[in-house]
């Protein structure tokens, strides 16, 4: 299948129809922590509406506007990293993540954003990545700090859970800032 080796342990895959099981056994497994901090990944209740969204994440695909990707470490389905949307208007990709909580801590998101992101800038005429986050998300406010986006703001009560309205904190990396980066590096 379509697949980018990260390391010898770690390999993310585009999605397709055929990881419905195991992705969906993996969310099924992380139901209530993935509950959270993520609203829409949650609400996929059977293994069939989680085939209906890989189709729809690759009709995005087709059409440039997004990227879903499998993370497989030592062969089993870890999560999924991608772009949930690309907005080719104005050229911002909305960054994802997840992992099934027996693979966090071992670097294993570090390792594909930072392939997602270098992908992204190489081959998506973006000129932003964004990602976002309920505030109280530690893990992935650390993440992103790490790779130098910019916490540009909190929206307050922009999410409906149940009946609970939830602030989001909105994070931004532009090519500018991660060209800038990629130079300091290689001095
Ligand atoms: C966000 C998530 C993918 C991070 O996974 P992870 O396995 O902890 O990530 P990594 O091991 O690659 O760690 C990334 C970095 O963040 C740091 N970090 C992770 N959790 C942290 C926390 N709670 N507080 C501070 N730093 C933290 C790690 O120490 C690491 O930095 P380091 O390499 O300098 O030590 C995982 O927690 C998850 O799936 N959460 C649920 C879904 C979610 O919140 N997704 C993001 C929503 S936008």
Request: proline share 2%; charged share 25%.
């Amino acid at each position: 299948m379509f697949e980018r080796k990260i390391t010898d342990r770690i390999t993310v895959r585009l999605t397709v129809p055929q990881f419905a099981q195991g992705l969906f056994d993996v969310l099924d497994k992380n139901r209530a922590n993935l509950a959270k901090w993520l609203i829409q990944t949650p609400q996929i209740k059977t293994v069939n509406e989680m085939g209906e969204t890989i189709i729809g994440e690759l009709r995005k695909f087709a059409v440039g506007q997004g990227l879903h990707q499998t993370i497989f470490y030592e062969g089993r389905v870890a999560g999924a990293a991608g772009f949930n949307m690309i907005d080719t208007k104005n050229n911002v990709a909305y960054i994802f993540i997840w992992l099934d909580e027996a693979y966090r801590g071992k670097g294993i998101a570090k390792a594909c954003w930072q392939d997602l992101i270098a992908l992204g800038f190489q081959y998506f005429p973006i000129n932003k990545i964004q990602g976002e986050c309920i505030p109280s998300n530690e893990s992935s406010a650390a993440l992103l700090t790490k790779f130098g986006f910019k916490k540009e703001g909190v929206l307050r009560d922009i999410l409906k859970r149940n009946n609970e309205h939830l602030d989001h904190a909105v994070y931004g990396l532009l090519r500018s800032e991660y060209v800038a980066q990629q130079n300091t590096q290689a001095r």
